[in-house]
T-cell receptor
Framework: AQKITQTQPGMFVQEKEAVTLDCTYD???????LFWYKQPSSGEMIFLIY??????QNATEGRYSLNFQKARKSANLVISASQLGDSAMYFC?????????????FGTGTLLAVQP | DAGVIQSPRHEVTEMGQEVTLRCKPI?????LFWYRQTMMRGLELLIY????????DSGMPEDRFSAKMPNASFSTLKIQPSEPRDSAVYFC???????????FGPGTRLTVL
């Protein structure tokens, strides 16, 4: 079974500063993937970044990077140079790889507010 | 390329009525997922298909819910009869077996009065 924990219900950050959103996971799968999605107030779910459990380097996508610490089972999202448009709900998710399962398990989300 | 398309975007119905939600996945994707999002339970997977075949429906809440995928470009999620506790945003997502990310549709906001 997989479980995702996001302990920060809400976060504030000043525009242009960096912010880290926490995510810890628990899985029994030997191989797995970790995802971050953004959900703005308009409601759509936007894929941001993916990290495979066997990837040697931390994933990066533009201003997004994933701080993957396998031993600690954490997959924190770092957003650099925050913009007002980054204000949204952010969800961490995991997916077991291999076997029959292909489903994403989501955390409860962190609401990020970027202040001017 | 068009993304995942869902219809309707909003649905308001009365308790006891049948509700049908529709989804068109991204062309070429072989996985299709139905999720439900509520304040109480967050985002939860209801069912997913691979090559039009249901693989895991363990998240379907009860017999009132059913999902079909008659072909690679269309899926439905039906609730019959609907109840107020079914009020939620229902997302459809699709993915390709060679990629990791799932692409979500805009969602259908269902309100059951």
């Amino acid at each position: 079974a997989q479980k995702i924990t996001q302990t920060q219900p809400g976060m504030f950050v000043q525009e242009k500063e960096a912010v880290t959103l926490d995510c810890t996971y628990d899985t029994s799968d030997p191989s797995y993937g970790l995802f971050w999605y953004k959900q703005p107030s308009s409601g759509e779910m936007i894929f941001l970044i993916y990290q495979g459990s066997y990837d040697q380097q931390n994933a990066t996508e533009g201003r997004y990077s994933l701080n993957f610490q396998k031993a600690r089972k954490s997959a924190n999202l770092v957003i650099s140079a925050s913009q007002l448009g980054d204000s949204a709900m952010y969800f961490c998710a995991s997916k077991g790889e291999g076997g029959a399962t292909n489903k994403l398990i989501f955390g409860t989300g962190t609401l990020l507010a970027v202040q001017p | 390329d068009a993304g995942v398309i869902q219809s309707p975007r909003h649905e308001v119905t009365e308790m006891g009525q049948e509700v049908t939600l529709r989804c068109k996945p991204i062309s070429g994707h072989d996985y299709l997922f139905w999720y439900r999002q509520t304040m109480m339970r967050g985002l939860e997977l209801l069912i997913y298909f691979n090559n039009n075949v249901p693989i895991d429906d363990s998240g379907m809440p009860e017999d009132r819910f059913s999902a079909k995928m008659p072909n690679a470009s269309f899926s439905t999620l039906k609730i019959q009869p609907s109840e107020p506790r079914d009020s939620a945003v229902y997302f459809c997502a699709s993915s390709d077996h060679s990629k990791n990310e799932q692409f979500f549709g805009p969602g259908t906001r269902l309100t059951v009065l």
